[in-house]
T-cell receptor, first 118, second 115 residues
């Protein structure tokens, strides 16, 4: 069974602070994909990043960076110099590469509510 | 900028009524997913299709929910009869199969309220 845990329910920071959102996952599959999605107050789910389990390179995209560590089953997300527009719910998700009916299914964490104050 | 579209965006109905939600996947995507989001359960997969064929609908209450893809550009999710506990945001997502980009792109959701 797959499981994604986002232990931080809510985080509150002041603009320009750096913030890290934690994600820990469980799977027995050796090949899997990890994702982060952003859900702003408007409600839609916006894709941010996908990471293959064979690719442990960290990634940076502007103020966003992701730290994938297979040894600790973690895929953490850092926002540098946070802005008010970063306020949203952030979801980490796991897709196992198993065959059968789980193929393609995303398992989501419960989400972390990030509030960035001016 | 290709997007998944969903209609209606909001729906308020009374218990016992039929509800139909529609989704237009991104052109060229052959995998369509239906998710439900509630405060208590978070995001749950209800069903998904590949090439219009249902692959997994184990997350869906069978007695009242049904999902179909009449053609490649339309997916529907029906609830009949609706109940207050069905109140949630229903998301449709589309993507290419594993081996392709494998990323699911979500629509804006349908916010359903059943009174």
């Amino acid at each position: 069974a797959q499981k994604v845990t986002q232990a931080q329910t809510e985080i509150s920071v002041v603009e320009k602070e750096d913030v890290t959102l934690d994600c820990v996952y469980e799977t027995r599959d050796t090949t899997y994909y990890l994702f982060w999605y952003k859900q702003p107050p408007s409600g839609e789910l916006v894709f941010l990043i996908r990471r293959n389990s064979f690719d442990e390179q960290n990634e940076i995209s502007g103020r966003y960076s992701w730290n994938f560590q297979k040894s600790t089953s973690s895929f953490n997300f850092t926002i540098t110099a946070s802005q008010v527009v970063d306020s949203a719910v952030y979801f980490c998700a796991l897709r196992a590469n198993a065959g059968g009916t789980s193929y393609g299914k995303l398992t989501f964490g419960q989400g972390t509510i990030l509030t960035v104050h001016p | 900028d290709a997007r998944v579209t969903q209609t209606p965006r909001h729906k308020v109905t009374e218990m016992g009524q039929e509800v139909t939600m529609r989704c237009q996947p991104i052109l060229g995507h052959n995998t369509v997913f239906w998710y439900r989001q509630t405060m208590m359960q978070g995001l749950e997969l209800l069903a998904y299709f590949r090439n219009r064929a249902p692959l997994d609908d184990s997350g869906m209450p069978k007695d009242r929910f049904s999902a179909e893809m009449p053609d490649a550009t339309l997916a529907t999710l029906k609830i009949q009869p609706s109940e207050p506990r069905d109140s949630a945001v229903y998301f449709c997502a589309s993507g290419l199969p594993p081996g392709g980009t494998d990323t699911q792109y979500f629509g804006p959701g349908t916010r359903l309220t059943v009174l």
